[in-house]
């Protein structure tokens, strides 16, 4: 039954049915953050990079250290991908961390690799932004919705040229890193976790919004790696994406990634993961 506008009688009904979270927290491996505060004041600094503003840099974090992102001169938006250092098929997997921990992460989140692995790669321990929490416009920070800006989207939609998007900053900082051609490490770039970015949907027509990064020099985000990783962060040339990216416009500042060493045993009872359990038959034995 329905009325002639094709809404159907029961839709208020249909509409007010409660919702169910796809993946209940309870259903994942418990995170010991206990475990990891505890190691972390005896760590030690091993390596810095800083990455400058419209460009990217990549980093290593062997298993068992942390890693710091920090804003340092002014608010600005990093583009982070993350590699298996041993194998770059696996990858970071933005869509399943979002489906498993929300659009945003935080303290406690993990950030998981991709099919067939499916392990986490790296845990977020620190999060000076924590407090911000969700705005008035349902904006939050640190998004695993956005894909990174791209020169193609940018030809799509403006027709124009411009080779400092954080997709083509990661592509030549993975190069460079790896030897690879520029159009093989492209291959390898996959949608990132926006640190610092503040974001979310619009109520009324649920599009991708961004505002203004609340991030300041001295805020940082900090993991413990939990696989040998190959990072690549790019200082987005939207700055603090309170208006545009893809071009020059945006007052743009260098993001620090640091990486500490805990002291010898101060990790105890840790592991680095496993790939995931499946057998990957997908039904054919
Ligand atoms: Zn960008």
């Excluded at 259903?27 to 206990?34: E, S």
């Excluded at 600005?76 to 997997?93: H, R, T």
């Excluded at 620190?126 to 705005?135: A, K, P, R, S, V």
């Excluded at 093989?184 to 949608?191: K, Q």
Aim: with cysteine; net charge negative.
């Amino acid at each position: 039954m329905s009325n002639h506008d094709g809404i159907p009688e029961d839709a208020e009904a249909r509409r007010a049915i409660r919702p169910v979270i796809c993946y209940p927290d309870d259903g994942l491996p418990a995170v010991d953050l206990g475990r990891y505060r505890a190691a972390r004041p005896g760590a030690a600094k091993v390596a810095e990079v800083t990455v400058p503003p419209r460009d990217a840099r990549a980093f290593h974090v062997p298993a068992g250290h942390f890693f710091r992102i920090s804003s340092v001169e002014g608010p600005q938006v990093g583009d982070l991908n993350l590699w298996n250092a041993a194998n770059l098929e696996e990858k970071f997997f933005s869509g399943k961390t979002r489906a498993l921990h929300g659009t945003h992460v935080t303290v406690g989140d993990r950030l998981w690799s991709c099919l067939p692995f499916l392990r986490p790669m790296a845990t977020v321990v620190e999060d000076t932004l924590g407090w911000y929490g969700t705005d008035a416009y349902g904006g939050r920070v640190h998004d695993v919705i956005g894909t990174r800006c791209d020169p193609y989207t940018h030809q799509l939609l403006s027709g124009g040229t411009y080779h400092h998007c954080c997709h083509s900053n990661l592509t030549r900082a993975l190069a460079e890193e790896t030897g690879q051609a520029v159009g093989e490490a492209e291959m390898r770039v996959h949608d990132v976790l926006n640190v610092f970015m503040c974001t979310g949907f619009t109520a009324d027509t649920g599009q991708y919004f961004m505002k203004a990064s609340p991030v300041r020099p001295g805020d940082y985000l900090e993991f413990f790696a939990e696989i040998d990783l190959l990072g690549a962060l790019s200082a987005c040339p939207g700055g603090d994406c309170s208006a545009e990216h893809s071009s020059d416009a945006a007052a743009c500042y260098p993001l620090l990634v640091e990486v500490f060493r805990p002291a010898d045993g101060a990790i105890a009872g840790w592991s680095s993961p496993a790939v995931n359990a499946y057998d990957r038959s997908h039904g054919t034995k």
